[in-house]
């Protein structure tokens, strides 16, 4: 055992009262042991290149309570989690305040939505031999695309507004519907971002934004990247928690 060489994205497990979790482990530059938990129950586990085996058994010992414990909260809280209805009268969310959802069927301008006070309204086809489950996809797909299409000038306004605060130059903005993750970026300085954040409010757009524009200055979660974000958004652990806590609300 103590010659076991850790490979990057092998599946290992850790087991506490009974009950045992899987999780990936890689080895990179960091100086301490990093956890990850994903929105989808998944662990990672990053530690140092110059960790022994014996070290990352004992750190992991010591807080296999606390991951098993989170895993079993979040797989807890996504078997909880039912499909929305998209159905005339469900409360639907955009930028963090409820619409109440309209389906008008109409012969013309099939999926466009439109935004008013308190409603936000579908057009759908009136053809008698459209199934209901091939209409839930089809107004799925026009509220994500309508979703997709606003988040992207709201990401680019901000992108524009706090790259300019960091001292950063973004080169390409994707939206993607992405599961695990609400933005990530790359060296390329190429930042990617969730559109499903389209439905929080946009303080909590803005604190991912700025996360993601933090990084291409400082690519780790160091004091030195927390100290850069808290120097643009003071109140960014309020931002994050209600993220952490509202984020499985986030889907349509």
């Known amino acids: 055992m103590a010659n076991k060489t850790y490979i990057a994205n092998k599946k290992y497990t850790i087991e506490a009262n009974g009950e045992r979790i899987e999780y990936t482990l890689v080895k990179s530059k960091r100086k301490t042991i990093g956890i990850t938990i994903y929105e989808d129950g998944r662990v990672r586990i990053s ?12 750190e992991l010992q010591s807080k296999a309570d606390w991951i098993i414990k989170k895993v079993r909260e979040i797989r807890s809280k996504n078997s909880a989690a039912i499909q929305r209805p998209l159905i005339d009268g469900e409360k639907i969310l955009y ?26 309204t579908i057009a759908v086809s009136l053809t008698p031999l459209f199934p209901e489950e091939i209409k839930h996809h089809f107004i799925k797909g026009a509220l994500k695309k309508w979703y997709s299409q606003r988040f992207c000038e709201i990401a680019q306004n901000r992108i524009h507004k706090f790259s300019s605060q960091i001292g950063v130059k973004v080169n390409k903005l994707s939206i993607k519907d992405q599961k695990t993750r609400w933005g990530s970026c790359s060296k390329k300085d190429n930042i990617s971002l969730n559109w499903r954040l389209v439905m929080s409010p946009e303080s909590v757009i803005d604190y991912v934004v700025v996360h993601e524009l933090c990084h291409l200055k400082v690519m780790n979660h160091s004091k030195e990247f927390w100290d850069l974000v808290a120097s643009i958004l003071p109140d960014y652990i309020d931002r994050r928690k209600w993220l952490k806590a509202n984020g499985e609300t986030l889907r349509i």
């Open 47 to 58: 530690v140092p290149f110059s960790a022994s085996e014996k070290y990352i058994q004992e």
């Open 95 to 120: 930028l963090g305040r409820e619409y109440e959802l309209k389906i008008e069927e109409k012969i013309y301008n099939c999926g466009e939505v439109v935004l008013n006070e308190n409603t936000m």
